[in-house]
């Protein structure tokens, strides 16, 4: 339980550079064990990790960026800068798989002897499991700092583990066996899986610099705030959310009385945002006061959370 709550308090920049000291390690770990063995499924492997290496550098300069406070130009701050990291590792992603199938397919074509597997193998096996402890540090990290960034590079090195532990399990049959047709399958299954977690990120990104609506969770959770202030005096309406990066964003309409002060509608209003902003970590609302028998449209529809 410690181990978990000292990763989830490391933040973004530090796991980040840990990333990159990982992948230049298993690039150098997975280049060898291909080396000695010639099995283009670790070649395929150590592709991915140079993936790893330029996706964890660029979520790094991106997550610098989201961090600068809000300037003249960017009033709202920087926080989507995380989700052109996400998409750009995404991108890489589909570029390599298509490399893997590229290599894949010509050694399936002509079939070749493997050699030291054991130490291939092992090899294998330890940068995986560097990948794998860092991958869930990272994980951690990201569900505390609600990181866009973090948690695709984190998303990535997963499929990382997986793929390294399909190619060891592929090639050790292909050694097994004497099929040797296996290494090159197991490279071609390899680049599918990553090209699918590639899309995946592109669309994760993308919607996200749509303006994607809040989790449901966090929705429910502002439902039930605002509820508790619910009165026949007051109602609330219009309400729509948004994600940018790490922040939360909420927007709605709370109908008062005609005949109440400012002063009281603006202390109100007041509680309201604080119970917003305690209930949800990092929310930033804006609430339009209006009297209770006046109805503003925006052109919707519906209202949306």
Request: charged share 20%; with cysteine; proline share 4%.
């Amino acid at each position: 339980m410690s181990v978990a709550i000292a990763a989830q308090r490391l933040p973004p920049q530090v796991l980040l550079r840990w990333s990159i000291a990982v992948a230049v390690v298993t690039i150098v770990l997975k280049t060898l064990a291909w080396w000695l063995t010639d099995s283009v499924g670790l070649l395929s492997d150590a592709m991915e990790s140079l993936v790893n290496l330029a996706s964890a550098a660029f979520a790094l300069l991106m997550v610098k960026i989201a961090q600068r406070p809000a300037d003249r130009d960017h009033p709202y701050g920087h926080h989507k800068a995380e989700y052109f990291s996400a998409g750009f590792e995404g991108l890489a992603i589909m570029v390599a798989a298509a490399g893997i199938l590229w290599a894949a397919v010509a050694r399936l074509l002509e079939p070749q002897p493997l050699e030291q597997l054991g130490i291939g193998l092992a090899l294998s096996v330890l940068s995986s499991a560097l990948n794998g402890a860092l991958a869930w540090a990272m994980l951690q990290s990201s569900r505390r700092h609600r990181s866009m960034a973090l948690e695709g590079d984190a998303r990535h090195l997963i499929t990382d583990v997986w793929t390294s532990a399909g190619v060891i399990v592929g090639v050790g049959l292909a050694a097994a066996t004497g099929w040797l047709w296996l290494d090159p399958v197991v490279a071609i299954g390899v680049a599918l899986n990553i090209l699918r977690e590639g899309v995946r990120l592109v669309w994760r990104s993308s919607q996200g610099l749509m303006d994607e609506a809040l989790e449901p969770e966090v929705i429910a959770e502002i439902e039930q705030t605002l509820a508790q202030f619910k009165h026949r005096t007051i109602r609330f309406d219009h309400v729509s959310s948004r994600r940018s990066g790490s922040r939360r964003f909420v927007d709605l309409h709370m109908h008062m009385p005609a005949d109440w002060t400012l002063g009281r509608a603006a202390a109100v209003r007041s509680s309201v945002e604080q119970a917003l902003m305690s209930a949800v970590p990092g929310l930033r609302c804006t609430i339009q006061l209006l009297p209770m028998d006046v109805e503003t449209h925006s052109g919707d529809e519906e209202d949306l959370i």
